[in-house]
């Protein structure tokens, strides 16, 4: 029988007996990443290479209920955990609240994982880790927390939500070494714990993972604000990721939208509208777990920042372990020359990334941003209607003669309009407009702008002109005016080819 690790058989321990005496009879039971108990199902045991069905009896609700009442009390998150060991078990209930499904997860402390980027931890930098779930980001920050209270006796506090870093009970693990750790009685508390664990313990270093809230992202800034080091991680693989994420983007600097005068804009050779970053970044250096062994490491994450929202490709430092055990640097940082203002002009064109600029009458403008961040659309939001492409208002206030028709009229730019002035309504004009979403959803749209542009064409006795369409909608969109008994047809060139309305 191969021998089991000492806290691998605690988690065994706490399985139904026959499920436990099979995989301790499985050859690679110290790969073991998880075991699944769903009622009525098999035995699942997910392995490295493997997924293993335990065969014999389907789990019962006994099965089940024996587990839960080997582990602590499951928190508002469905999680619970083994006193002193790093495994985390979770829960499915059903609609009466019943446990009726178990993931438990094999939790290890791996020491030496960090040797990589031992450089990077010891700067005294603040540092974000990314990543796919389940690559080893909280056992980085498990590792960081030894090292640095260890080795460099820094006051480190670990803000731990689902005992995920220092394991479960009131005692740690001892893989963090003499950091101490916080727990957090709920998730949608772990922004309060951070600032305490800054204002009441003196920290040198404050830990914490998953990092998903705008409440946790201000709560970071805070304490990067004042002097302490702050290493976390995030939802998200990549650091394009962060920053195309309305939330966390303030965690490396914020997005803000930015209209240049003629003057600026002919020297950079861009736009009048652009993207920049609003702030310095609260985290200094990202690290992208590609792989186990393979690290993206960006040194300075205001210049990548900077460079991606200008259209070029930041190139971060690839650090890997090889088979033998060696560190390598298979790319360095920053090894082409920085693009000029030119080259990233062209860039930007060649990936047709044309900024349309929106101006809002009568329309939220925080629903508005947030909208266009969320689809990441090349467009920001005007301020002054001399400098707008198009016009978005509700349809009360877009009656003909209103004012803001009029001006529109007197600037020659399009009004779209929206039913109501709602997160919804604008979310669906915005995936209309810019081809966002299925086939479907835009021939739905498509056609009821349609049925809109008949009733104002009636109304007006003035012909009404509707979005640009490819050929098969323009169809569409023809026989729906013959059906009402008007007359249309396409003007325009490709690609803002399109159908106008005329009156009866």
Do not use: W
């Amino acid at each position: 029988m191969v021998k089991v690790d000492e806290e691998l058989l605690k988690l065994l321990e706490i399985l139904p007996k026959r499920v436990k005496q099979t995989l301790l009879k499985h050859p690679d039971i110290n790969s073991l990443i998880e075991v699944v108990l769903d009622l009525g199902k098999a035995a699942e045991a997910r392995f490295e290479k493997e997924v293993f069905y335990v065969p014999g009896d389907a789990v019962s609700q006994e099965d089940i209920d024996a587990v839960v009442t080997s582990v602590s009390e499951f928190t508002t998150d469905n999680r619970s955990g083994i006193e002193q060991t790093l495994h985390r078990i979770s829960c499915m209930r059903s609609r009466m609240g019943r446990v009726v499904g178990l993931t438990c997860r094999v939790g290890r402390a791996i020491y030496g994982t960090n040797d990589i980027i031992s450089d990077v931890i010891e700067s005294g930098q603040n540092i974000l880790f990314m990543g796919p779930p389940g690559i080893g980001k909280t056992t980085k920050l498990r590792e960081a927390a030894r090292i640095l209270s260890d080795q460099f006796n820094k006051r480190v506090v670990i803000v731990d939500t689902s005992n995920e870093i220092a394991g479960d009970g009131d005692i740690p693990h001892p893989g963090i070494g003499k950091a101490r750790r916080m727990q957090v009685p709920t998730p949608e508390k772990q922004h309060k714990i951070m600032i305490e664990a800054v204002e009441n313990h003196m920290p040198e270093v404050v830990i914490v993972d998953e990092i998903g809230t705008e409440a946790e992202a201000s709560a970071c800034r805070t304490i990067a604000e004042r002097g302490v080091q702050l290493i976390g991680t995030a939802h998200g693989n990549t650091l394009e990721n962060i920053i195309s994420n309305p939330i966390l983007s303030d965690l490396v600097g914020g997005i803000q939208s930015v209209i240049l005068g003629d003057e600026e804009a002919k020297r950079r050779h861009t736009q009048k509208a652009i993207l920049e970053r609003k702030a310095p970044p609260t985290f200094d250096i990202a690290i992208e777990i590609v792989e186990r062994d393979k690290f993206a490491i960006y040194h300075d994450v205001a210049k990548a920042v900077d460079q991606q929202l200008r259209g070029a490709v930041p190139r971060p430092e690839i650090r890997v372990r090889t088979a033998s055990g060696k560190i390598e640097i298979q790319q360095k940082p920053d090894e082409m020359p920085e693009l000029t203002d030119a080259e990233l002009e062209k860039a930007k064109a060649e990936k047709e990334r044309q900024v349309v600029r929106i101006y809002p009458f009568g329309i939220n403008r925080g629903h508005l941003e947030r909208g266009l961040r969320v689809l990441q659309l090349p467009a920001v939001v005007a301020t002054h209607i001399d400098e707008t492409d198009i016009v978005v208002t509700t349809k009360s206030k877009a009656k003909p003669g209103s004012k803001i028709v009029k001006i529109a009229e007197e600037h020659n730019i399009p009004v779209h309009v929206v039913r109501k002035n709602v997160s919804s309504q604008i979310m669906k004009f915005l995936k209309y407009y810019f081809r966002v979403g299925g086939t479907e959803e835009i021939e739905e749209v498509a056609l009821r702008e349609v049925d809109e542009a008949l009733e104002a064409a009636r109304s007006t006795q003035k012909s009404v002109d509707l979005n640009p369409q490819n050929a098969y909608i323009r169809r569409l969109q023809h026989q729906r005016v013959v059906e009402a008994g008007l007359r249309s047809e396409s003007v325009g060139e490709e690609p803002k080819r399109r159908l106008r309305i005329y009156p009866a």
